[in-house]
């Protein structure tokens, strides 16, 4: 660490002990590395968050994803099932299940072959899982509702 010892003396008390430049000194630098790529990442998250409008404008469009996929599921005359209460269903990860898990598996390989991954559900419940994490655009939510609609009309 490159720091004067006469500006140690000065630090102020009471500062959280990774904060302190004198718990570092003592420690000759060895005391904690802060987690460099994760504050990296998360400068980029935060920058990229405000471009896009901020928290209230990203929970928009999430709402308007969640209302889009669960329309398909709502809508398509029980070939998907959600069982979960419109209240408490998550605008990040939508859970449904098809008529067998036959059409599950078949479900998964065509996404795949569509170019979705990742749809196969939690591996000690099954069925399917579509994440629409904030990365994840309306337009990819919309090919996915498509990809459903298709999936459903040649095997339904």
């Not at 036959?102 to 390989?109: I, M, P, R, T």
């Not at 749809?119 to 459903?148: C, P, T, W």
Request: hydrophobic share 40%; aromatic share 8%; net charge positive.
């Amino acid at each position: 660490m490159v720091i004067r010892e006469d500006v140690l003396g000065q630090c102020r008390e009471g500062l959280p002990t990774l904060l302190s430049y004198k718990t570092h000194a003592d420690k000759d630098s060895l005391f904690n590395t802060p987690p460099c790529f994760g504050i990296y990442m998360m400068n980029k998250v935060l920058h990229w968050l405000k471009d896009k409008g901020g928290v209230e404008a990203m929970q928009k469009v999430n709402e308007e994803k969640g209302k889009l996929i669960y329309g398909a599921i709502d809508g398509s005359n029980g070939f998907y099932k959600n069982n979960i209460a419109p209240t408490d269903r998550s605008n990040m990860n939508v859970v449904f299940r098809l008529p067998s898990e036959d059409l599950e598996k078949k479900f998964v390989a065509d996404g795949l072959a569509a170019g979705f991954v990742g749809l196969k559900g939690h591996r000690s419940v099954g069925g399917i899982r579509v994440s629409m994490y904030n990365a994840n655009g309306l337009d990819a939510v919309q090919e996915v509702v498509s990809f459903m609609k298709d999936f459903a009309a040649k095997n339904g």
